[in-house]
């Protein structure tokens, strides 16, 4: 008669060889991973294009601060975006001016001034332009190269990510551009530095989205007396 406690487990019937399983369960995961896995930054990036691809506008305040050359300077307005390729930068504090695009022409204008600026978008040489293709069907991946999670560089709201990268269409004058995206993949604050080791910082708040914005909006019309000239840039 044999005892309970000396029969061994492979002995009994139905019960598969644990290493057999074993192997053929690490085979699997092997298989089916590179199918299935998403890098954190892939999922963050998706949920940022998801978001601002399926708007059609957006308004939102900001501060813009700059820094350097041994100065910083803080100024604060109001943003639209629409689509196409649409957007306007409204500065109230602490001097008005005004940067718009139409889609095709920018525009530079500070009140008071007896002339305008103007150029076509692809001479733009402007931090603040890349901006209106949030709005689209870009894709943050294709926008940055080497875009990574930051280690090390606390969000200014707590549960934010923090992403890096180079943008591609700047890639000669910005060493670096910092993101700080929300869960739900909304953008909050954007930090491009500059070759020459100079900053420019945007922080959003009070986004609304898919608002009434009136194309008329992104219209330039100079002011009677204001003279409207060609430049190559800003």
């Known amino acids: 008669m044999i005892c309970h406690a000396e029969r061994s487990e492979a ?40 978001r601002y691809n399926e708007l059609r506008t957006l308004s939102a305040d900001f501060v813009e601060t700059y820094r350097g050359l041994g100065m910083s300077r803080t100024e604060s307005g109001t943003l639209w ?13 602490p001097h008005e001016k005004l940067f718009l695009i139409d889609g095709k022409t920018a ?38 190269e080497d875009l990574a999670m930051v280690e090390g560089v606390p969000p200014l709201t707590a549960g934010n990510i923090v992403l890096r990268g180079v943008p591609r269409h700047l890639a000669e004058r910005v060493s670096m551009v910092l993101l700080e995206v929300t869960p739900q993949g909304r953008i909050e604050r954007i930090v491009a530095e ?26 330039f019309s100079a002011p009677p007396g204001v003279e409207v000239i060609e430049a190559a840039t800003f």
């Open 11 to 50: 002995s009994l019937p139905g019960l598969p060889d644990l290493k057999h399983l074993i192997r053929l369960l690490t085979f699997l995961l092997l298989v089916a991973a590179p199918l299935t896995a998403v890098t954190p930054v892939e999922d963050i990036a998706k949920r940022v294009d998801r």
């Open 81 to 93: 975006l629409k689509k196409p390729g649409k957007m306007r930068w409204d500065y109230r504090q």
């Open 107 to 144: 525009y530079f204008y500070v009140p008071g001034d007896r002339q305008a600026r103007k150029t076509a978008v692809k001479n733009l040489d402007d931090l603040r332009s890349p901006l209106r293709y949030l709005l689209g069907k870009t894709k943050l991946q294709k926008e940055f």
């Open 194 to 219: 500059d070759v020459d080791g100079s900053s420019t910082e945007f922080r959003f708040s009070n986004q609304r989205e898919d608002v009434t914005l009136a194309d008329s909006s992104f219209r």
